[in-house]
């Protein structure tokens, strides 16, 4: 993945921060979006001294259209030509429907649906020009139906949705696009009750992060005129308590 920049959204922790890992262990320069900019910038320095490539930090929320589109363009001014965005940052509020309060509900669009929108907007013309990849993290809760949260489960169809659409629209202009679908990963992402799954799982009970990156990464590597549409990864039980 040498000579190629790569922005990740989410990048400050959870499977974000286990993919600027990831693909900076393959070579490639990397931009981190998140709010938090101590977090960033510490993982920006870890990935550069352990890899030698050249990060980007960049703080901005993505529920603000101009906050990404400066993050876009000033990611291409310090690391060069974008060849791969991951769009990746979602959360969950609430739970129940009925008891869901406006805040809650519109945190969750405005982060899962409108940030999606905004990152890959900004991000089609540039790789359009690299015939670059885009991957959606998107969840098993955008596959199947969901008996806790459904409205972060829509959030989830609304990505998958969106995602497929898009590879209709750019597939012949070169553009990758690609859905990864965690279950449960082991990350500070919280559960139904609002504990984080890294509390609620042992080591070895579910997916870690850095097994995400690996189906991230392994999409982001794909080269015309090959691209990965789907990739479920789902500890191997998922199933049988489904």
Do not use: C
């Not at 959870?14 to 070579?27: C, E, F, H, N």
């Amino acid at each position: 993945m040498g000579d190629q920049t790569v922005l990740v959204t989410g990048a400050s922790s959870g499977i974000g921060a286990a993919t600027v890992r990831r693909v900076a262990a393959d070579g490639a320069d990397v931009a981190l979006l998140a709010r938090s900019e101590a977090r960033l910038r510490e993982l920006a320095d870890a990935v550069a001294a352990d890899h030698g490539v050249e990060t980007h930090v960049v703080p901005a929320d993505v529920r603000e259209s101009p906050e990404v589109a400066a993050a876009v363009e000033s990611t291409v001014e310090a690391l060069g030509p974008l060849t791969g965005v991951v769009v990746n940052a979602g959360l969950a509020r609430g739970s129940e429907v009925e008891s869901m309060t406006d805040d809650e509900f519109l945190t969750m669009q405005r982060v899962n649906v409108n940030g999606a929108f905004y990152t890959v907007r900004e991000a089609v013309p540039h790789l359009r020009e690299t015939a670059g990849n885009v991957v959606f993290i998107g969840s098993f809760a955008g596959k199947y139906p969901r008996p806790f949260n459904p409205v972060y489960a829509a959030t989830k169809w609304w990505v998958r949705g969106f995602a497929m659409s898009l590879a209709a629209q750019v597939g012949e202009e070169d553009i990758g696009v690609t859905v990864v679908n965690p279950a449960e990963v082991r990350t500070e992402f919280e559960s139904a009750d609002g504990t984080p799954f890294a509390e609620v799982f042992e080591e070895g009970e579910v997916t870690e992060p850095e097994e995400v990156a690996d189906a991230v990464a392994f999409a982001l590597g794909q080269a015309p005129p090959t691209t990965v549409n789907e990739l479920d990864v789902y500890r191997r039980d998922k199933f049988s308590h489904f």
